[in-house]
């Protein structure tokens, strides 16, 4: 089981995090039951090095989130766990 957190503080909302939150449209059915999805304040984001949305994958933070990014690192650590 992975833990994801996404960031849904405001500015990380408001530059995709939005997207990030629907994640059933993102992540394969395969997956879904082996990923607990949290929505949670600010991940670490700092005004001046910012790089929204964030989105921390069991202990890996992604900066500049994408939805491609996220299900690569869930499989990366689910890897040998899952039958694809």
């Known amino acids: ?5 996404v960031c849904v503080g405001t500015y ?7 997207q990030l ?3 059933r449209n993102y ?5 879904q039951d ?10 670490g984001c700092k005004e001046d090095t910012a790089k929204p ?6 202990n ?3 900066e500049r989130a994408t939805a491609e990014k996220v299900v690569e690192e869930i499989e990366k650590q689910l ?3 899952i039958e694809l």
């Open 12 to 18: 990380c909302y408001l530059q995709g995090g939005q």
């Open 1 to 5: 089981m992975v833990t994801v957190k």
């Open 27 to 31: 992540v394969p059915s395969h997956l």
């Open 79 to 81: 890897e040998g766990d």
């Open 53 to 58: 949305p964030y989105v921390k994958v069991g």
């Open 21 to 23: 939150a629907q994640w």
């Open 60 to 62: 890996v933070v992604i």
């Open 34 to 43: 082996k990923v607990t999805f949290l929505g949670s304040a600010c991940l």
